[in-house]
T-cell receptor, first 112, second 112 residues
């Protein structure tokens, strides 16, 4: 039972354009949603998060949108840069059991 | 990934051997956890701890033991290694008042 889903395993975007990564979830009890970026042979690096009571959070080039009625969130990166090429994981946190539930990841490739 | 340190980074074990993956954090975080990442899957929670002396099982706990004798350290023990435990293991920590989870750089384990 995959509670957090990233249906696009890969995405290619031209440098300077907007990258949109999508994530769907099934559990309404999640308290926070987080996005992590991961390079090969490294641990995930935290990017941005959003509380379940908010619908938008912005940090520099990164914006996360949450649509609770659709159980959907998205990460927007604009403008996209070559250094953004990595695997992006969507994750959901429920404070009650300390479990961070991850999606399967989307590999983003920025084309120069 | 400053603050969460994992050792060893790479390890090869024979089936049936035991070993301990070490994890230490210097941020005085209450919450610590262990995840494993397998191809095509998101990170899955093995065990977690909400403070010294308190541990609990995650999603995939079988074959692993943990203990939390200090706030700083959270070792993961493989009791009798099996090829199915070949994976990348990530330790993580979080402060009680925050939603951001910080990850170590990972430990690559191969069981032959």
């Amino acid at each position: 039972d995959q509670q957090v889903k990233q249906n696009s395993p890969s995405l290619s975007v031209q440098e300077g354009r907007i990258s949109i990564l999508n994530c769907d979830y099934t559990n309404s009890m999640f308290d926070y949603f987080l996005w992590y970026k991961k390079y090969p042979a490294e641990g995930p690096t935290f990017l941005i998060s959003i509380s379940s009571i908010k619908d938008k959070n912005e940090d520099g080039r990164f914006t996360v949108f949450l649509n609770k009625s659709a159980k959907h969130l998205s990460l927007h990166i604009v403008p996209s840069q070559p250094g953004d090429s990595a695997v992006y994981f969507c994750a959901a946190l429920h404070f009650g059991n300390e479990k961070l539930t991850f999606g399967t990841g989307t590999r983003l490739t920025i084309i120069p | 990934n400053a603050g969460v340190t994992q050792t060893p980074k790479f390890q090869v074990l024979k089936t049936g051997q035991s070993m301990t993956l070490q994890c230490a954090q210097d941020m005085n975080h209450e919450y610590m956890s262990w995840y494993r990442q397998d191809p095509g899957m998101g990170l899955r929670l093995i065990h977690y701890s909400v403070g010294a002396g308190i541990t609990d099982q995650g999603e995939v706990p079988n074959g692993y033991n943990v203990s939390r004798s200090t706030t700083e350290d959270f070792p993961l023990r493989l009791l009798s290694a099996a090829p199915s435990q070949t994976s990348v293991y990530f330790c993580a920590s979080r402060a009680g008042q925050e939603n951001t989870i910080y990850f170590g750089e990972g430990s690559w384990l191969t069981v032959v």
